[in-house]
């Protein structure tokens, strides 16, 4: 898995959605975080897993198509893999395909509610449309992932927007605390 995050931080006025991990997807243990043996047998846990890897092989190399029917591929033999829904929704976002993409986020925090990088993704696909549903996605992002620089910022940002300003100037200050890269946007205008 690639990590862009820090291109994907929500711009001080304009709160806009980006893919946080470009083309290529996520991939663990083959398995949807549980215990595969409860949910699937060993042989199609197998199939699952050797499916996933085909598909993060295709989709590394620019065949989304492939990669699409691969993780789809994967769901046959297990309908809870948290990383085939994961990349079919990175896939879909990529393709403009954005109500897709966010149900296939939440298939997979179906499979796992903390699986951070869906929770991160699928916040930015709500700011626009529920921002209150936002913030409670990256509050549980940064539950999952304390040390996510990008997913404090974004939060921070979207609380300054709702007028909770002392926690928004905290969750940004404590973004850049754990990422001096980023920059404060309100900070960055005022020396304008």
């Known amino acids: 898995m690639i990590d862009r995050r820090a291109a994907r931080v929500l711009p001080s006025v304009v709160l806009a959605a980006a893919l946080a991990f470009g ?63 994961y990349n079919l929704a990175l896939i879909d976002e990529a393709s403009g395909n954005y109500g897709l993409a966010e149900a296939k986020y939440r298939s997979a925090l179906k499979a796992d509610a903390t699986y951070e990088p869906a929770l991160f993704n699928l916040a930015i696909l709500r700011t626009s449309r529920d921002p209150k549903e936002a913030v409670s996605l990256y509050r549980r992002a940064v539950a999952a992932n304390p040390k996510d620089a990008s997913a404090w910022l974004n939060l921070g940002l979207l609380l300054r927007a709702a007028g909770d300003k002392t926690p928004g100037n905290n969750a940004v200050t404590h973004a850049i605390a754990l990422n001096p890269k980023l920059k404060d946007p309100a900070k960055s205008s005022q020396k304008g």
């Open 23 to 85: 083309a290529t997807g996520c991939g663990g243990d083959g398995g949807s975080g549980k215990d595969s043996s409860s949910s699937t047998s060993a042989s199609d846990a197998q199939k699952a897993k050797s499916a996933l890897d085909a598909g993060l092989k295709a989709h590394a190399s620019g065949d989304l198509t492939t990669a699409a029917a691969d993780y789809n591929r994967t769901l046959k033999y297990d309908g809870t893999n948290k990383f085939a829904f």
